[in-house]
């Protein structure tokens, strides 16, 4: 039974990581940091399974900047793959904790590197870098050769850890490539991103829970896809025998105003009556024209997106009616 670990593994893509390697039969340990507000929704059915925690999941508490639990940690279980995931990963709010980003983003990955490169066993690394690193860049579509040209505190934090990576693949020898990953979504995704911000408040104003969506710059885009195709993206790359770094995008660019108009039209209504322009969530700064080309993932990882945007999208918004429906009513607790 290969051995994982992964850090943020209560987060949208850690949780299907974990989904996707458990089916795999792997053992799969997970890191969770110890806070008053225990939210661990997406893993619930694993920890709830008495069949799964405890016997092919588990948990360890830990804070990346906490390397002695880390390393001690890792020095027990002896995984042979690792995907770092965790990190703060809300652009808008890089801006508001500049240190705290860069701390746990940037110097965490560090921190880690460093524990693997002592460890006896050196696991395979995967480390989860983002669109952000390209900021501003020079051309349309990125690739894996395209410079880095972050424009906010979270895009340069990322940049710096996918260098590291880059620098310890390089220098140790290890097995530690970079996801560059464009952004991706679905129903479990964090509710301050914005499609699911969207699709929660599509559906809730169809079912008269509140009257209006207030929003920043509706004209920005992305290149979205969909987070299950993306988390086997990362198994993939750590099953190749050369470490390596890889883009994964769909190569395709949609307007939060796209997204808001397919929300509203999967709840069969007009979006313009109920969507608000809302200065508070702009950003000091916006990275521009981001959308990847993933043809080395496709020709060596055999990876293809599977899920089309507008789908993605009215999932993302059935599934918040249907999280609605489910909610008890306060008045009958
Ligand atoms: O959903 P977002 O907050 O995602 P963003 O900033 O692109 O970052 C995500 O994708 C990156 C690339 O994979 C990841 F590295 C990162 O960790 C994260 O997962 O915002 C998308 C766009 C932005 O241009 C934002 O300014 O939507 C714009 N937007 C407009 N109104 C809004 C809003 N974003 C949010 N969160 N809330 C709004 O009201």
Redesign the pocket.
């Known amino acids: 039974m290969p051995v994982a670990f992964i850090t943020g593994v209560t987060g949208q893509d850690g949780s299907y990581l974990s989904d996707l390697l458990l089916s795999k039969s792997y053992e799969v340990h997970g890191a969770v940091r110890r806070t008053s507000a225990l939210r661990r929704s997406r893993i619930d059915h694993l920890y709830q399974d008495p069949e799964i925690y405890g016997k092919q999941f588990f948990l360890h508490y830990l804070d990346l900047n906490d390397p002695t639990t880390l390393r001690r940690i890792l020095t027990k279980i002896q995984p042979d793959e690792i995907y770092h995931l965790a990190?703060q990963?809300?652009?808008?709010l890089s801006f508001e904790i500049p240190e705290s980003t860069c701390d746990l983003t940037a110097m965490g990955t560090l921190r880690l590197l460093e524990i693997i490169r002592d460890l006896k066993k050196v696991p395979k690394l995967f480390h989860a870098s983002?669109?952000?690193v390209f900021g501003k860049p020079d051309r349309a579509p990125q690739d894996e050769s395209t410079p880095f040209r972050p424009v906010?505190p979270?895009?340069c934090a990322?940049a710096f850890a996918t260098h590291m990576v880059s620098i310890y693949r390089n220098a140790f020898h290890m097995h530690a490539g970079n996801g560059i990953?464009?952004?991706?979504?679905s129903p479990r995704r964090?509710e301050?991103?914005?499609?699911?911000?969207i699709c929660r408040a599509a559906a809730e104003i169809s079912v008269g829970k509140r009257t209006e969506l207030?929003?920043?710059?509706?004209k920005?885009?992305?290149d979205w896809g969909d987070a299950r195709d993306y988390v086997r993206g990362m198994w993939l790359m750590l099953q190749q025998d050369q470490p390596d770094d890889y883009v994964l995008a769909t190569g395709k660019l949609h307007s939060?105003e796209d997204v808001v108009s397919i929300a509203f039209q999967t709840v069969k209504l007009d979006w313009r009556e109920y969507v608000r322009r809302?200065e508070r969530?702009?950003?000091p700064q916006?990275?521009c024209n981001?959308v990847g080309n993933s043809s080395k993932a496709q020709q060596r990882l055999n990876w293809q997106p599977q899920s089309d945007f507008h789908s993605l999208i009215s999932e993302m918004t059935e599934s918040e009616i249907n999280l609605i429906k489910h909610q008890p009513d306060s008045s009958d607790i």
């Open positions: 990190g990963s809300h652009v808008g983002s669109s952000e906010t979270y895009g990322k990953f464009f952004n991706h979504e964090g301050n991103f914005v499609t699911r911000k207030r929003m920043g710059d509706l920005a885009s992305r939060v809302d969530f702009d950003r916006e990275p981001l």
